[in-house]
């Protein structure tokens, strides 16, 4: 009886303690069911907020792709622009060429003049001085009157005065030949006059042609240089500027680039890598406006890391299927892209070459010689 009063009393104890427990155990989940309609709240509040930020983000993309239409029209325009300048630009060349060419003819025409009015203000006055020294001329009816002796008086006075005034009878003759070589001469001098009009001309429009069609090409190259740079260094700049806009082959051309995430800067102040990528970009760029069949380049890739040698290695292979390149080169990654391997090296104090065809290497065959 006293065990089964002592189960009896330890069981209402668990009793009791089953019961504090569960009063617990209640209150925690009441607890824990605020704190989960306190977090839910939280979290619809969050949901609400990033609906906003998604919206948000939505209409800033879409903002930011009519800005970058926007910019792209404005590059469109500023290169349209710069075509206009360029054009203007020639045209104010041809303008002051011809103010130049006119000037020297003005100033020739004001010589010839000068000299001509010189030449009538002589010849003027030694007319006037014959004029005062011809004697005057006899009339008939005092010829009638005057004796055989008058006459011959006035004969022997008039020959006197002719050898005083020293008259040329040869004066005449020469003076026709003299006036027929000058026409001559004239005619000459407008043939060699027209000759070097149309001269002048044929320069100056073979001049016009030329800078029309440097600056055509110029264009073309800097856009492409532009292209080939960003594409090698992927997201690098670079531009080809004239020193002197208005005459370009005198002064010659700047190049600047901006490598990735650094600033502007000439193409002597570079590093190597730097240098080889930007003078590959340039000679891309030409070889996209005038393919070459044929081009020779020694340890381009001697100042470049892996990555660069594989896009130059992979543009030359993909990209300049219309010639032909020869290059020397130490870097596995160059071998791979090669279509034909000529491999040089030294034996017995003997240079000697093999010829290798990298597409033909299978794994256990022998080494193939093309």
Not at 200 to 212: T, V
């Amino acid at each position: 009886t006293a065990k089964k009063l002592a189960q009896i009393k330890n069981s209402e104890k668990q009793i009791l303690k089953l019961q504090k427990d569960s009063k617990k155990a209640e209150e925690e989940a009441q607890s824990l069911e605020a704190q989960h309609d306190e977090v839910m709240a939280q979290f619809k509040a969050l949901e609400e907020e990033a609906f906003k930020v998604v919206e948000q983000i939505t209409a800033k993309e879409a903002v930011l792709q009519e800005k970058e239409s926007e910019v792209q029209e404005i590059k469109k325009e500023f290169e349209n622009k710069q075509k206009e300048v360029s054009v203007i630009r020639q045209v104010e060349v041809d303008i002051l060429n011809e103010v130049e060419v006119q000037k020297t003819a003005l100033k020739e025409e004001s010589d010839k003049k000068t000299y001509w009015e010189n030449e009538y203000c002589g010849m003027t006055e030694r007319l006037e001085d014959l004029t005062k020294s011809v004697p005057e001329e006899i009339a008939p009816e005092t010829l009638a009157e005057s004796s055989a002796d008058e006459v011959q008086y006035r004969i022997g006075v008039l020959e006197e005065e002719m050898e005083r005034m020293d008259v040329n009878p040869d004066a005449i003759s020469s003076w026709m030949k003299a006036d027929e070589e000058c026409a001559q001469r004239a005619a000459e001098l407008e043939a060699a006059t027209a000759d070097r009009d149309k001269t002048r001309n044929s320069y100056d429009e073979l001049r016009k042609k030329r800078l029309e069609e440097f600056l055509a090409g110029f264009n073309i190259i800097s856009l492409k240089l532009k292209e080939m740079y960003q594409m090698i260094t992927m997201g690098g700049d670079a531009e080809l500027e004239l020193v002197d806009s208005l005459d370009p082959f005198s002064e010659g051309i700047l190049f600047s680039v901006r490598p990735p995430k650094k600033s502007w800067k000439n193409i002597a102040n570079l590093s190597g890598g730097e240098k080889t990528l930007s003078s590959l970009s340039l000679v891309f760029a030409l070889h996209h406006f005038k393919p070459t069949p044929l081009y020779v380049m020694d340890e381009i890739d001697a100042a470049l890391d892996f990555k660069n040698v594989s896009i130059v290695g992979n543009y030359i292979r993909e990209r300049t299927k219309n010639a032909q390149f020869v290059i020397i080169s130490l870097r596995n990654n160059m071998f791979e892209l090669a279509d034909r391997l000529v491999g040089i090296y030294k034996t017995d104090n003997a240079t000697k070459s093999i010829p290798l065809n990298p597409g033909s290497f299978t794994v256990g065959s022998s080494i193939p010689v093309a």
